[in-house]
């Protein structure tokens, strides 16, 4: 398992590689000049100049590829345009804040989606299946800006059990949290019913209830193990997803996340801070796909890398 963990390892050098000269590149040819838009509209041409030459911005852009990737290398990102704080700094300061709510939002929606999956599927064509089956298409094809002006306008506005925005209490993180998770549970839901409908309708699941085994022992040691592996894998997909695209969940809740500081930073052109905001990410990304590999073989022990 360690010599194919070093492997995937490596195949991802080329990944972030491709990742980052994406990003140099979108971000460079982009309209619009960043120098303008750092020293604003009535700069000099001597001003402009001088912004230019210190951030590199007047060299050819191999040039300025090949320097920005011998600084990644060392570890140094570069310095924000804006608040002149290394880049660093600026992802040590936001990046935290947009895990947590991501974490959360994937808590709500492993306790949420799975339990309605399971529930659904132990009664396939029932009342409470099509039930759950409505409320799970609902929540993949809402929108996440509705459900969040939605449930601002319902719980904040008008029952006034939860701050519109901003983060300081536990209370702050429920809305965002629900909202950015909604479409991660209903999708878990979907999965999880498939999967163990599939898996209750194999020949070892007959096999165990004819020995007379309890109907928990059954679903839950038998056939729920063995349909988690398909889940495991959109849950971390969805993981990733909801670290990279908390962006309008961020902006609606005013959540100091790193969506709202890379969107700032797209609109300002600091390019320092989205080249290295879209790195963090790509490698965070790879990353979860990799620990949820590794967790197939603790899931289900039939699974082996060699």
Do not use: C
């Not at 509209?41 to 912004?51: S, V």
């Not at 808590?107 to 309605?116: D, E, K, S, W």
């Not at 959540?255 to 390019?271: K, N, T």
């Amino acid at each position: 398992m360690v010599t194919y963990a070093l492997r995937r390892l490596l195949i991802a050098i080329p990944t972030l590689f491709g990742v980052v000269l994406l990003v140099f590149l979108m971000v460079r040819l982009a309209p619009g000049d960043p120098a303008v838009l750092l020293a604003g509209e009535f700069a000099t041409p001597e001003t402009l100049e001088a912004i230019r030459a210190r951030y590199g911005l007047d060299r050819p852009l191999p040039e300025q590829f090949l320097i920005y990737l011998e600084a990644l290398l060392r570890g140094d990102l570069g310095e924000s345009a804006r608040s002149r704080r290394p880049v660093l700094e600026e992802l040590q300061t936001y990046f935290p804040n947009t895990v947590e709510l991501a974490s959360a939002a994937i808590l709500v929606a492993l306790l949420t989606g799975i339990p309605l999956g399971i529930l659904a599927a132990l009664r396939p064509g029932s009342g409470l299946d099509l039930g759950v089956m409505i409320l799970a298409l609902i929540g993949v094809s809402m929108p996440v800006f509705w459900f969040g002006l939605l449930a601002i306008l319902i719980f904040s506005v008008e029952l006034g059990w939860f701050p519109v925005a901003g983060k300081g209490t536990l209370a702050h993180l429920v809305l965002p949290a629900i909202t950015l998770g909604v479409n991660a549970t209903a999708l878990l839901a979907r999965m999880t019913r498939g999967a163990l409908l599939e898996v209750l309708s194999q020949d070892y699941i007959r096999t165990a209830r004819a020995k007379g085994l309890a109907e928990r022992v059954v679903i839950f040691k038998h056939a729920l193990r063995n349909a988690l592996i398909p889940v495991v894998t959109v849950a971390g997909l969805e993981f990733g997803s909801l670290l990279a695209g908390a962006v309008i969940t961020e902006t609606i809740f005013a959540w100091p996340g790193l969506g709202q500081l890379l969107v700032g930073s797209i609109l300002a052109r600091d390019y320092p801070v989205v080249q290295g905001a879209v790195l963090l990410v790509a490698t965070t990304f790879i990353l979860v796909n990799l620990l949820v590999d590794l967790l197939y073989a603790w899931i289900d022990p039939r699974v082996r890398y060699d």
